[in-house]
C-alpha cells in the first residue's frame, strides 16, 4: 500500500456533522434512560422478573404519542422507552444530516442515493 | 430484579465492547444471554437485541466517523442494499424457509472465520483479479479512501463492488427475515468481497447497521418486543462498551482483530446453526 496524501475532499465537515450528531443522540438517549433507571427503582422497587413469556406490552408503551405524554407525566418505564425512541431516531437523523452535507457539498449522485435510503428507511417505519 | 439488571449490565458491556470491535452490532452476546441465560422468550430477546445494536452502531460510529475510519461513501452507497434488502426480508418472511436458512448461512460464517483467521496477517485480503465494471462504479462513485495509521494514511482500493452489492441485499434480507445476524455479512461483504482493510470493514459495517436495524424498530415496537425493563440495562451498557471497543480498535493491531472476529463469528454460527436445526426440526 501506498502512504501518500488524503484522496478523500472536504468530507471533514460533514463528518463532524454527523459525529456529533450520532453523539449528541447517544448521550440525550443515555440521560433519558438514566433518569427512566431511577425512578423505576423508586416507583417500582421489587418487580419480579417475568419475560419467561411473551405477553407483548401494553399499549401505552407501544406508540410513540402514548410514550412521549406518558413519558411526561415521569412513569418510569415510559420515560426510559421515550429514551428508546431518541436511540432509535438517531440513525434516521443521521442519514437526514448526511442528505443534508452531500447537498451542501453538491454531490448530487450522493444526494440521490441517500435520498433513497432515507425514503425506504421511512416507508419502513411508517407503513 | 436487581441482580438481573446487575448481569444485563455486565453482558451488555462485552457486548458493546465486542460488537464495536467487530463490526458485528451487538446481537451476538445479548440474545443467547437473555434466551439461554435467564430463560427470556425470544421475541423480547430480538426486541432487546435490535436496541443493542442501534446502541452500539451509534455509540461507536460517533468515535469511527470523527476519526474518519469509516468509509462514508461505501456506507451510504450500500445501505441503499441493505435496508431494501430488509423490506424484503421482512415481506418474503413468511414464504421463506427462515430457520432452514439459519443453517446455511452459519456454514458460510464459519467459511469466513476460517478466511479471516488464514490471512490474519494481512490490512485487506489478496485481490485475485480486477473486474472493469466494478472500477468504472468505484471511480464515478469515489469509493477508495483512506484512514489514519501510523506513521501516515494509508490509502486503500475497493474491489468486486457488484459482489460486495449483492451480499449487502443478502445481509439486508437476513435482518429482516430473523432480526440477528446482519453485522457478519456486513464484515464479510466489506472485508472478504469488497477487499477493504478489517478497521475500515469493522467501522463501516458498524456505521451501517444502525440504519438496517432502524428499518425494522417501529415494526418491533408495534409488537411490543421492545420491553423498557429489559432495554435500560443493555442500552447503557451497550454504550459504554461500545466507547471502550472503539478507542481499541483505534490503537490495536489487525491482526488481533482478525483473530477476535473469526473466533467471534465461529460462535455466531455454531448459534444459527444449532438454533435452525433445533428449530427445523
Redesign the interface.
Known amino acids: 500500500m501506498m502512504r501518500p496524501k488524503d484522496p478523500n475532499r472536504v468530507e471533514h465537515t460533514l463528518r463532524l456533522i454527523v459525529s456529533q450528531l450520532l453523539r449528541t443522540g447517544v448521550i440525550t438517549a443515555a440521560v433519558i434512560i438514566i433518569a427512566g433507571a431511577v425512578l423505576f427503582f423508586i416507583q417500582h422497587p421489587g418487580t419480579a422478573f417475568s419475560y419467561h413469556t411473551f405477553a407483548s406490552e401494553p399499549a401505552r408503551l407501544r406508540e410513540v404519542w402514548t410514550i412521549i405524554t406518558q413519558a411526561f407525566t415521569f412513569r418510569s418505564r415510559a420515560v426510559i422507552q421515550f429514551g428508546i425512541l431518541v436511540l432509535f431516531a438517531t440513525p434516521v437523523l443521521r442519514v437526514l444530516s448526511s442528505l443534508i452535507g452531500f447537498a451542501v457539498e453538491k454531490d448530487w449522485i450522493y444526494v440521490g442515493i441517500t435520498a433513497i435510503v432515507l425514503a425506504v428507511l421511512l416507508l419502513s417505519i411508517f407503513l | 430484579?436487581e441482580t438481573?439488571i446487575a448481569i444485563l449490565f455486565a453482558g451488555a458491556l462485552l457486548a458493546g465492547f465486542l460488537g464495536s470491535l467487530t463490526g458485528l452490532g451487538g446481537g451476538v452476546v445479548i440474545v443467547p444471554l437473555?434466551t439461554i441465560g435467564?430463560?427470556?422468550?425470544?421475541?423480547?430477546a430480538v426486541g432487546t437485541s435490535l436496541?443493542a445494536v442501534?446502541?452500539t452502531?451509534?455509540?461507536a460510529?460517533?468515535?469511527y466517523?470523527?476519526e474518519?475510519i469509516t468509509n462514508?461513501?461505501i456506507g451510504?452507497?450500500l445501505?441503499?442494499a441493505t435496508?431494501?434488502g430488509?423490506?424484503g426480508g421482512?415481506a418474503l418472511a413468511a414464504i421463506l424457509p427462515a430457520y432452514a436458512l439459519m443453517i446455511l448461512f452459519g456454514v458460510v460464517l464459519l467459511y469466513s472465520a476460517f478466511v479471516s483467521f488464514r490471512n490474519r496477517k494481512e490490512?485487506s485480503l489478496p485481490v485475485r483479479r480486477e473486474q472493469p465494471f466494478s472500477e468504472a462504479v468505484v471511480k464515478?462513485?469515489?469509493l477508495?479512501?483512506?484512514y489514519p495509521a501510523t506513521?501516515?494514511?494509508?490509502?486503500?482500493r475497493v474491489f468486486n463492488v457488484g459482489w460486495g452489492y449483492l451480499m449487502m441485499a443478502v445481509a439486508g434480507v437476513l435482518s429482516g427475515l430473523l432480526g440477528i445476524g446482519s453485522g457478519a455479512f456486513k464484515v464479510i461483504a466489506l472485508d472478504t468481497i469488497m477487499k477493504l482493510p478489517y478497521k475500515v470493514s469493522s467501522a463501516t459495517s458498524n456505521f451501517m447497521i444502525?440504519?438496517t436495524?432502524?428499518?425494522?424498530?417501529?415494526?418491533y415496537?408495534?409488537?411490543?418486543?421492545?420491553?423498557?425493563?429489559?432495554?435500560?440495562?443493555v442500552?447503557?451498557g451497550v454504550?459504554l462498551g461500545s466507547l471502550m471497543g472503539a478507542r481499541l480498535l483505534i490503537r490495536a493491531k489487525t491482526k488481533s482483530l482478525r483473530i477476535l472476529f473469526a473466533v467471534v463469528i465461529t460462535l455466531l454460527a455454531f448459534e444459527m446453526i444449532f438454533d435452525g436445526i433445533t428449530r427445523t426440526i
Request: no cysteine; net charge positive.
Open positions: 430484579m438481573i437473555l435467564l430463560g427470556v422468550d425470544m421475541r423480547y436496541v442501534i446502541a452502531s451509534s455509540g460510529a460517533a468515535a466517523v470523527k474518519g462514508f461513501r451510504m452507497f445501505e441503499t435496508t431494501l430488509a423490506v421482512a490490512e464515478r462513485l469515489k477508495n479512501g483512506s506513521p501516515g494514511p494509508l490509502i486503500y444502525g440504519v436495524a432502524a428499518a425494522s424498530a417501529g415494526v415496537l408495534t409488537k411490543g418486543y421492545i420491553d423498557p425493563v429489559l432495554s435500560m440495562p442500552v447503557l454504550l
